[in-house]
């Protein structure tokens, strides 16, 4: 099963426009801590979310939820940073 966020900007399209690593890092620590589990297992670990859900013993339509939520809340975040600049967010500014 392919793993799609139709809506939100991907993880990896953040790093890119952002100023640092770091400071995508810092976002990422910011976030619920559920949330920052399933980017870190995700982006950093490179587990899928069926991996994830399997490995917190959640349901996998949980999992992606939470991923999708992470994605929108990071990009939210960036946006209110002003340390971060990002160019364009996946086309449509929400």
């Known amino acids: 099963m392919e793993e799609i966020v139709s809506a939100d900007i ?7 426009k952002t100023e640092s690593d770091h400071d995508l890092r810092k976002l990422i620590h910011e976030l619920e801590e559920k949330y920052e589990r399933i980017i870190i297992l ?18 996998y339509n949980t999992v ?20 971060i600049r990002l160019n364009v967010i996946g086309g449509d500014e929400k």
């Open 10 to 16: 991907s993880l990896e399209d953040i790093l890119i």
């Open 42 to 59: 995700r982006y950093f670990y490179d587990l899928t979310l069926k991996e994830i859900a399997d490995m917190l013993s959640q349901n």
């Open 64 to 83: 992606l939820s939470w991923h999708s939520r992470a994605i929108k809340k990071l990009r939210e975040m960036c946006m209110k940073n002003e340390k």
